[in-house]
């Protein structure tokens, strides 16, 4: 092993937030470049400091409960980030890749007026954090993230604080034909207080939710 990986393993294992993560490799860079300059070897180094999951410890003993909560709350962005990433390359594949696009008022299948209005509907129960609403008209393949675990921190990502509704803005409504089944998408942006966020929104035949992304 080599000063490179020895200090990534070491960072591998830190329960701390990235900053001091960053900062701990810094100063394990530091020691490591002043103890060669003095003649020791990498090897004695690493003996010295102790096997990676050892001298982390160390460092994780001397946390603070800020430092861990930290820790664990970008690990939760993470595993949502990855989540929204997946739903995203979903819309991402339905949107681009299908072969037939077409405005929905020349659908024979959805309602203009019905799909903005469930927009809309949808809109309004992630500003109100009202989960259970948003299952009552989704597909059950949606449910594991509409949840305040999922929603909240993808919410922050936008904005920490959206302040209040102000104006809804431009809306794109399409019909989309995938593998012989129709889906209604909206692109509908929407103004608040601090932030301009825009919703995209899809719903199956049955007019049920199953993928949302803002941004």
């Given amino acids: 092993m080599n000063q490179i990986l020895y200090i990534r393993e070491v960072a591998k294992k830190l329960k701390c937030g990235s900053g001091k993560k960053r900062e701990i490799k810094k100063q394990l860079q530091a020691d490591i470049k002043a103890a ?89 129960l992630i500003e109100e954090e009202d989960y259970e609403g948003l299952k009552e008209i989704a597909d059950i ?7 305040a675990e999922k929603v909240l921190p993808a919410k922050r990502n936008v904005a920490m604080d959206w ?14 034909t995938q593998m012989g089944r129709k889906y209604a998408l909206a692109e509908m942006t929407v103004s608040y207080e601090n932030v301009g966020v825009t919703f995209t929104v899809i719903f199956d035949q049955k007019e049920r939710l199953i993928g949302m992304y803002m941004k």
């Fill in 141 to 147: 393949s949606m449910y594991q993230y509409l949840s």
């Fill in 36 to 124: 060669l300059s003095a003649g020791e070897s990498f090897e004695e180094i690493e003996k010295r400091m102790g096997m990676p999951g050892v001298l982390a410890s160390e460092f994780n003993e001397g946390f603070t409960e800020k430092d861990k909560k930290q820790a664990e709350r970008e690990r939760r962005i993470k595993r949502l980030l990855i989540a929204v990433a997946v739903v995203a390359a979903i819309i991402a594949i339905i949107y681009w890749a299908s072969p037939k696009q077409k405005d929905l008022a020349e659908s024979r299948i959805f309602s203009p007026e019905d799909i903005k209005a469930k927009t809309e509907t949808v809109i309004k």
């Fill in 163 to 176: 302040g209040a509704f102000v104006s809804y803005g431009n809306g794109y409504l399409f019909e989309l």
